[in-house]
């Protein structure tokens, strides 16, 4: 598991560049560009269960898709930041994106220590530190857990339609 950190205000045409909007829809017509801007070495390096560690108001911008879709798609197992935009915080639910706001951790975070996530105790260790964030509701957890609002919901009505 690699940490990736980026700094404050980072926007969604940093994480991936409004240019392909419109010609990039799938995950694998994102992934080239995802951060192309930022950090070139990202796409290239990022591995499944990678950590970001985020400033404040991270993924400002546009309400664009493609970064969510893109950070998920890759594998990114939590952005950890001191605040999000929300409109890109809403996007992360609904492509079961894991956020976690815990200003604390990103502080203490140093090259080289490891970040390790308690979801269900609403913790966070960064090196032999350990920090506590609200737990996150159950309904986000599900969401993350079925891989997105989408599939959460066809889970849901193929549920009650056994019911029924």
């Known amino acids: 598991m690699r940490v990736w950190r980026y700094g404050d205000d980072i926007n969604t045409d940093l994480l991936f560049p409004g240019k392909y909007t419109y010609s990039c829809s799938t ?9 192309e801007d930022l950090d070139p070495e990202f796409t290239r390096n990022v591995a499944p269960g990678d950590i ?17 879709v893109g950070l998920r798609t890759v594998g990114i197992e939590a952005i950890v930041g001191k605040s999000f935009a929300r409109i890109f915080y809403r996007a992360a639910i609904n492509q079961g994106l894991l956020l976690v706001e815990c200003p604390a951790a990103v502080e203490a975070w140093q090259e080289g220590d490891a970040v390790a996530l308690d979801l269900a105790g609403g913790r966070i260790a960064v090196g032999n530190r350990s920090f506590s964030f609200p737990p996150l509701p159950s309904g986000i957890l599900a969401i993350r857990e079925a891989g997105g609002l989408l599939e959460y919901t066809r ?5 009650r339609a056994k019911e029924a």
């Open 27 to 35: 995950p694998e017509e994102i992934r080239p560009h995802l951060l």
């Open 52 to 68: 970001i560690l985020v400033g404040r108001n991270f993924g400002c911008g546009s309400s664009r898709e493609q970064p969510v």
């Open 155 to 159: 889970r849901k009505l193929a549920a």
